[in-house]
């Protein structure tokens, strides 16, 4: 399927799959990622029109004022409203992503029709079996700041920790997925605007969660988890699902929280059956 390449006035660059005629999902991606981190999952949903922005701060996109949580609602509000669609669009967040579409759902629900989150990050990321790695993060991007611009970005995109984030996280045994995985983060990981929004998004996305906006979500959802993701369990996932008035959970086996590069055709199945 092809893609076409935009931008909005506010500096926001986006990129649209199939016809405007479809039925529109719009994604937003995860922390540290780009528009395409969700290409694959795009790809095969030829029945709709798929529209994918970098998030501001990250990939092309220009960086908000400032990257808390209510300026990141506000660009997605802005962002939705900029294409004046004739239907409410589904949306779907991914990780970080999925915390921005979730507190963008409770806040304006009249204006999409249904709300994915493909490994939302649902409990608390101080909490739980990670809550080391988060503090150790939390220190490394610390550092980052208080270092010459210059430098920090170096250290802030040393190969090693990249690699180590991606070991970590892949949980397939296929050779080709490994390396293809290694190789998108390798070249979209870093592509981060500056290091005050990194460490700003970074904040955000350790500081909420998608447990504090289910209760207020009223539009029918959907919770795409893999049963091995590290960053939120699935004991934790499948309380997260009775938190929200209406949803449903669909976990993908053998697989952690990088569906969207080692199972996106089940991830796109799943979310064709929830439409």
Same mark, same amino acid.
């Given at each position: ?30 922390? !540290? ?5 969700? #290409?694959?999952?795009?790809?095969? /949903?030829?029945?709709? +029109?798929?529209?994918? $922005?970098?998030? $501001? ?8 004022? &400032? ?40 806040? +304006?629900?009249?204006?999409?029709? &249904? ?8 409990? $608390? ?12 993060? /939390?220190? +490394?991007?610390?550092?980052? !700041? ?6 920090? !970005? ?16 892949? &949980? ?18 870093? /592509?981060?605007? #500056? ?68 199972? $996106? ?11």
């Amino acid at each position: 399927m092809t893609t076409n390449k935009h931008i909005t006035a506010d500096g926001t660059h986006f990129w649209t799959y199939g016809k405007p005629t479809q039925p529109t999902i719009i994604m937003v991606h995860g922390f !540290r990622g780009t528009h395409h981190g969700l #290409d694959l999952i795009a790809q095969q /949903l030829p029945g709709h +029109y798929i529209i994918v $922005p970098d998030v $501001p701060g990250f990939g092309e996109s220009r960086p908000l004022k &400032k990257h808390d949580i209510s300026h990141y609602v506000q660009w997605l509000h802005d962002f939705i409203t900029h294409h004046k669609l004739s239907q409410p669009p589904v949306l779907l967040g991914h990780s970080f992503g999925s915390i921005i579409s979730a507190a963008y759902a409770a806040k +304006y629900p009249k204006t999409i029709s &249904k709300l994915i989150l493909v490994n939302p990050i649902g409990a $608390p990321a101080l909490e739980g079996p990670r809550a080391l790695l988060t503090k150790l993060a /939390l220190f +490394y991007y610390w550092s980052g !700041r208080k270092l010459p611009e210059k430098t920090a !970005r170096k250290w802030l995109s040393l190969k090693p920790a990249v690699a180590m984030v991606t070991i970590t996280m892949t &949980k397939s045994r296929d050779k080709h997925i490994r390396k293809y995985v290694h190789s998108q983060h390798f070249q979209y990981f870093s /592509l981060f605007h #500056d290091l005050q929004s990194l460490s700003e998004s970074f904040s955000t996305s350790v500081n909420h969660n998608v447990r504090e906006f289910a209760h207020g979500i009223t539009v029918p959802t959907l919770l795409v988890v893999g049963e091995k993701d590290d960053i939120t369990p699935l004991a934790k996932q499948q309380e997260l699902v009775r938190l929200f008035p209406n949803a449903q959970l669909h976990m993908i086996k053998s697989v952690g929280h990088l569906t969207h590069y080692e199972t $996106p055709d089940q991830v796109a199945a799943s979310i064709e059956d929830f439409i």
